[in-house]
């Protein structure tokens, strides 16, 4: 039960945040104006494709219901194509149009199931993103929800509760949970919105989301007769949100377990110590006044590695989880070792430069090792005591097992790591194939470059956790 006081400082820290977050009428209707034109402009280039293309172009997103986060948002413009063009066909005409639109040097393109054009013009980012005109559940890609995910939600959300979803995108930014891409793994602005729409406001999804244990089922149409059907349909998953418009998708199937745990403690904490540092843009300063506490002298002298890749522009969504691949296979080879991978992060701005960082329980690999046999009872045996007859260190050790001390080719991560890409030992992703790799241990790095990163380094050796210091 939350005091008469405390409720009273929680209404004060969430009218602040909305002076800050929510857009004025005049300045929207202005982008509107704007925008307006840009979708009379992608009609016209694409009118010839389209079956009704009065209906058949519509903005998407947040940005129709005005549930943005000011001066933190994109225009997101859907085209509904028959079903009978390609999805090459769909490519062509979308960047045909946004070429013509904005010159081509300032289109770039993007994917999600498919690719589509974005453009940055006046400070304003705009995605013009293809999909198939078809009916629920007879998806020929996933875009093709968005027609019908804007729909539910222009009917379904009062708007009265407008601010309430504005607070809640920024509680999410502030806490860093917000974002479904492949790189954070958090809450995207649909789900965000049915979650406001189910609990019904920013201060009722706060309370159930700190009293969230896995896994976690709702079902706002009521798709599904019982929750163990659901659990049948989405096993393994802590937090399911049935699709209101498509009963076989989980909205959060994105969000990371980490993410689901971080947002129940940030709730947690905002319900014990509210406060406006929680929220987006106030988080900035607490985040950097709490990452700032270490040094980067300190940084430098634990056992970190780092690998900078030096590449050309690349498909955040594909490039991401190649890295993410890679830096599962280099872990795995260096715990082959005996040496524990405590923790890794991953960096990319797809332009030109990415980092992974893992953080070592030793720079130092142990010298020698055990190699186990075969048991004694095994007909393996002899053959392995005949391959094996001129070492010196063999015995049947206390499992049955023949053993013996081998000694390491290297003793340095650094080396053994240079080693395995050079000699290719493990496979690397085809979208890393051509890059720039270096390895170096983070003390061996440019300061000058590090600074530049100070922030992202110190969140990963810290966490950025940063409500733990409210408590």
Same mark, same amino acid.
């Given at each position: 039960?939350?005091?008469?006081?405390?409720?009273?400082?929680? %209404?004060?820290?969430?009218?602040?945040?909305?002076?800050? /977050?929510?857009?004025?009428?005049?300045?929207?209707?202005?982008?509107?104006?704007?925008?307006?034109?840009?979708?009379?402009?992608?009609?016209?280039?694409?009118?010839?494709?389209?079956?009704?293309?009065?209906?058949?172009?519509?903005?998407?997103?947040?940005?129709?219901?005005?549930? #943005?986060?000011?001066?933190?948002?994109?225009?997101?413009?859907?085209? %509904?194509?028959?079903?009978?063009?390609?999805?090459?066909?769909?490519?062509?005409?979308? #960047?045909?149009?946004?070429?013509?639109?904005?010159?081509?040097?300032?289109?770039?393109?993007?994917?999600?199931?498919?690719?589509?054009?974005?453009?940055?013009?006046?400070?304003?980012?705009?995605?013009?993103?293809?999909?198939?005109? &078809?009916?629920p559940p007879n998806w020929m890609s996933p875009v093709d929800r968005s027609y019908f995910h804007t729909k539910y939600l222009s009917k379904k959300l009062p708007r009265d509760l407008v601010d309430d979803v504005l607070l809640f995108k920024a509680f999410l930014k502030g806490v860093g949970c917000y974002g479904a891409e492949i790189s954070i793994k958090g809450f995207s602005g649909y789900l965000s919105e049915l979650l406001i729409i189910y609990y019904g406001?920013?201060?009722?999804?706060?309370?159930?989301?700190?009293?969230?244990?896995?896994?976690?089922?709702?079902?706002?149409?009521?798709?599904?007769?019982?929750?163990?059907?659901?659990?049948?349909?989405?096993?393994?998953?802590?937090?399911?949100?049935?699709?209101?418009?498509?009963?076989?998708?989980?909205?959060?199937?994105?969000?990371?377990?980490?993410?689901?745990?971080?947002?129940?403690?940030?709730?947690?904490?905002?319900?014990?110590?509210?406060?406006?540092?929680?929220?987006?843009?106030?988080?900035?300063?607490?985040?950097?006044?709490?990452?700032?506490?270490?040094?980067?002298?300190?940084?430098?002298?634990?056992?970190?590695? &780092?690998?900078?890749?030096?590449?050309?522009?690349?498909?955040?969504?594909?490039?991401?989880?190649?890295?993410?691949?890679?830096?599962?296979? /280099?872990?795995?080879? /260096?715990?082959?070792?005996?040496?524990?991978?405590?923790?890794?992060?991953?960096?990319?701005?797809?332009?030109?430069?990415?980092?992974?960082?893992?953080?070592?329980?030793?720079?130092?690999?142990?010298?020698?090792?055990?190699?186990?046999?075969?048991?004694?009872?095994?007909?393996?045996?002899?053959?392995?005591?005949?391959?094996? %007859?001129?070492?010196?260190?063999?015995?049947?050790?206390?499992?049955?097992?023949?053993?013996?001390?081998?000694?390491?080719?290297?003793?340095?991560?650094?080396?053994?790591?240079?080693?395995?890409?050079?000699?290719?030992?493990?496979?690397?992703?085809?979208?890393?194939?051509?890059?720039?790799?270096?390895?170096?241990?983070?003390?061996?790095?440019?300061?000058?470059?590090?600074?530049?990163?100070?922030?992202?380094?110190?969140?990963?050796?810290?966490?950025?956790? #940063?409500?733990?210091?409210?408590?």
């Open positions: 039960m939350i005091s008469k006081d405390k409720d009273i400082k929680i %209404r004060d820290i969430l009218s602040l945040v909305l002076d800050k /977050i929510k857009i004025d009428e005049e300045s929207y209707n202005k982008i509107l104006e704007y925008v307006t034109e840009i979708v009379d402009k992608v009609r016209r280039l694409t009118s010839n494709y389209l079956e009704d293309p009065d209906n058949d172009i519509f903005l998407g997103g947040s940005f129709p219901r005005k549930t #943005f986060v000011k001066d933190n948002y994109d225009i997101d413009i859907f085209i %509904r194509f028959p079903p009978g063009l390609t999805r090459n066909e769909l490519r062509r005409i979308v #960047f045909d149009a946004a070429y013509k639109l904005f010159g081509k040097d300032n289109v770039r393109e993007r994917f999600a199931d498919h690719p589509y054009a974005e453009a940055t013009v006046n400070g304003i980012t705009i995605n013009i993103v293809p999909s198939y005109k &078809t009916e406001g920013f201060k009722k999804a706060l309370d159930k989301i700190a009293k969230w244990k896995p896994p976690v089922i709702i079902d706002i149409e009521n798709h599904y007769n019982t929750e163990r059907e659901i659990l049948d349909m989405f096993p393994k998953s802590h937090l399911i949100v049935i699709d209101p418009i498509d009963k076989g998708r989980n909205v959060a199937s994105a969000l990371s377990l980490r993410n689901f745990s971080r947002i129940i403690s940030a709730s947690r904490a905002f319900i014990k110590s509210p406060r406006k540092e929680f929220f987006y843009p106030f988080s900035r300063i607490v985040i950097e006044n709490y990452l700032y506490s270490i040094s980067l002298n300190k940084i430098t002298k634990m056992p970190i590695l &780092t690998i900078l890749l030096i590449h050309g522009e690349k498909i955040e969504d594909i490039y991401h989880g190649q890295l993410e691949k890679l830096a599962k296979k /280099i872990s795995r080879q /260096i715990e082959l070792h005996d040496v524990d991978v405590l923790k890794t992060s991953i960096y990319s701005d797809y332009k030109e430069k990415s980092l992974i960082l893992f953080f070592l329980s030793s720079k130092s690999i142990p010298g020698f090792y055990v190699k186990k046999g075969p048991p004694v009872y095994f007909k393996s045996e002899e053959d392995y005591l005949t391959k094996n %007859r001129g070492s010196q260190y063999l015995w049947i050790d206390a499992d049955g097992k023949w053993s013996s001390i081998k000694k390491r080719n290297y003793i340095d991560v650094k080396e053994l790591v240079i080693e395995i890409l050079n000699n290719k030992v493990i496979k690397i992703p085809s979208e890393i194939v051509d890059d720039e790799i270096h390895v170096l241990y983070i003390d061996e790095m440019d300061r000058e470059f590090l600074e530049n990163f100070r922030s992202w380094i110190t969140s990963f050796v810290k966490g950025e956790d #940063f409500w733990r210091t409210f408590y």
